[in-house]
């Protein structure tokens, strides 16, 4: 082969080569979005953010001490927290994840490796373990909430001491610190 015809060969591979990635990547994607399916890991996701929507009205009325909050403000900060779990609803719908966690998995794992998970999900053990993980994430919510429990007095006692470090430093009226002096 001449030169001339060697020079157009390595052209043509060169063009050719990024075609057959992105070959590559589409189908890497494709599987993945099936393993998600097969996984479920949209409900799963819904299971745990309804958990924590659960969970986090529960945890902060503990962290505020007893008698703090008037009934008013009790209504305003539950009012806050569903608007709060509005706005993290509407960003973490799994719609607007999954191409994220597509992103992750495929630089993790490999295509056959993405196989292999798709026949373990596709196998009576891997069903079995999918219909098993919400009660699995009930189960492990539950520990941590449990977790968070045993703690909540030594956060109870670092947020007053913090309450108190601001105090004094940026005393009671100011909620911002003190502008600096002119020069």
Request: aromatic share 6%; no cysteine.
């Amino acid at each position: 082969m001449n030169r001339g015809a060697q020079w157009i060969a390595g052209l043509l591979l060169a063009a050719a080569l990024p075609m057959a990635t992105h070959a590559d990547e589409a189908s890497k994607r494709a599987k993945l979005h099936e393993m998600f399916q097969l996984a479920h890991i949209d409900q799963t996701m819904r299971i745990m953010f309804a958990a924590q929507e659960k969970q986090m009205p529960q945890l902060l009325r503990k962290l505020m001490p007893a008698g703090t909050l008037t009934a008013e403000q009790q209504a305003d900060l539950d009012a806050f927290i569903v608007k709060v779990h509005g706005i993290v609803a509407q960003a973490a719908t799994w719609e607007k994840l999954e191409p994220q966690f597509t992103d992750i998995y495929a630089s993790v794992y490999s295509e056959s490796e993405i196989d292999g998970l798709i026949a373990f999900y596709k196998s009576p053990v891997g069903a079995e373990m999918v219909a098993k993980q919400p009660e699995i994430v009930e189960r492990s919510q539950a520990v941590t909430q449990s977790l968070m429990q045993t703690v909540q007095p030594q956060i109870m006692q670092a947020a007053m001491e913090f309450a108190q470090e601001m105090q004094s430093k940026y005393g009671s009226k100011s909620s911002a610190p003190p502008k600096p002096a002119a020069k």
